[in-house]
């Protein structure tokens, strides 16, 4: 044909032709597949729980309190969630009880303070069988730490095996000071006071060690410490991790704290006139929200607030004029959601309690509640 007839045909690859370039293709694909950078795996939440002793609502600028210096708080409720609508029970056992089993008292039987029905065979331990959110998240590959105080009655100690915490530091009472062999020390500290100190030169136990406190160190100082050391090694070990501290502060306390220079002085116990007492139940409640602020500075500093939730509530309304009442006085909480995964959306009025801490904490995590435990809480996810 002719030379325009000769361009016009097709050209054409013998079978072997394209065996090699499908080949090379394949060989390029693959090489590629193991060069280029692998997303990472999602990271797992991280959780820190804060409960306040004996705090009502007001005495934070987020819900109205007007004579309050939490700017932290308020700054958090805003970048998160606040319920303006939230329950804990109106005395600090059957709180502690039911935040950290998400049952009502109705099922845990734990109805007061040193009050609660004996389980099977008359014995009071608690999380033998209700489990609690820190042995369910342990079980489910978390990091666990306790740091504050206690006070469950009869119920397990934190540094049960039942519990769920694998690190620990606890204000320690007499009894936990005598449970540990060291009754003398118990004996001197309930001849200074009616219990061992909790703030200036604190009364701690880490780990089953009795913590060398000095007079110039506060005991929330401590907690908090404990817990930022605790998050860093988690976080360097490749661990999730819940922090969980249930504070000291504030409980009607009329010490001294390191803000305020007025009463910032070890061993300053407190005024006989109320309205200075008023005063400094206040500034203590306002050097609680810096630690807050620490806690959440160090969740960024370590590059994990944007997987990390916040929860911080109250066991009950303020001592002296809340705590105990049968009433929405006594029984209301603060309770703000914030972190990386928490939405946006400020004050709510919708309905939460402490029951629902503990779905909550399991939803994030991705865990599941052992076959045949129920909860009276639900996840606020």
């Keep these: 044909g002719t030379k325009a007839e000769t361009?016009?045909?097709?050209?054409r690859f013998s079978n072997v032709t394209y065996q090699g370039v499908s080949a090379v293709l394949l060989?390029?694909?693959?090489?590629?597949?193991?060069t280029a950078k692998q997303p990472d795996p999602p990271r797992r939440v991280n959780f820190v729980v804060i409960l306040a002793d004996d705090v009502s609502p007001e005495m934070y600028g987020c819900y109205g309190g007007k004579e309050a210096k939490t700017p932290n708080l308020d700054r958090l409720a805003k970048g998160g969630v606040m319920f303006r609508?939230?329950?804990?029970?109106?005395?600090?056992?059957?709180?502690?009880?039911?935040?950290m089993t998400g049952c009502y008292a109705a099922r845990t039987g734990v109805w007061s303070n040193g009050f609660a029905i004996p389980r099977e065979g008359g014995s009071n331990e608690l999380f033998k069988y209700f489990p609690s959110f820190a042995r369910l998240l342990k079980e489910a590959g978390y990091a666990t730490a306790f740091a504050g105080k206690w006070h469950l009655g009869s119920a397990e100690p934190p540094y049960s095996p039942a519990v769920g915490f694998e690190e620990y530091s606890e204000w320690a009472g007499e009894k936990e000071l005598s449970a540990l062999g060291d009754q003398k020390r118990a004996d001197v500290a309930m001849e200074n006071e009616s219990t061992p100190s909790r703030y200036w030169q604190p009364s701690i136990v880490q780990n089953g060690k009795i913590y060398p406190s000095k007079p110039n160190e506060f005991g929330p100082d401590i907690e908090a410490d404990f817990l930022c050391g605790?998050?860093?090694?988690?976080?360097?070990?490749?661990k999730p991790f819940l922090a969980y501290m249930p504070s000291a502060m504030v409980h009607g306390a009329r010490n001294g704290m390191p803000t305020t220079p007025l009463y910032g002085k070890p061993g300053d116990?407190?005024?006989?006139?109320?309205?200075?007492?008023?005063?400094?139940?206040?500034?203590m409640n306002d050097y609680l929200d810096v630690l807050m602020g620490r806690l959440e500075k160090k969740v960024r500093d370590l590059g994990v607030y944007d997987n990390t939730v916040f929860i911080f509530t109250s066991d009950n309304g303020t001592a002296s004029i809340a705590k105990s009442r049968g009433t929405e006085r006594g029984c209301r909480a603060p309770f703000i959601a914030w972190g990386g995964p928490v939405k946006r959306r400020g004050a709510t009025d919708e309905i939460t309690d402490l029951s629902d801490i503990l779905p909550t904490l399991v939803d994030f995590a991705g865990a599941k509640l052992p076959e045949g435990v129920k909860v009276d809480g639900k996840s606020l996810r």
């Design 230 to 238: 605790f998050m860093e090694r988690s976080v360097k070990a490749g």
């Design 7 to 11: 361009k016009m045909k097709p050209r």
């Design 269 to 283: 116990n407190g005024s006989a006139d109320k309205q200075e007492n008023a005063r400094r139940f206040r500034a």
């Design 27 to 34: 060989l390029a694909s693959a090489v590629w597949a193991a």
């Design 85 to 99: 609508t939230a329950w804990a029970c109106a005395l600090c056992l059957p709180s502690r009880a039911e935040i």
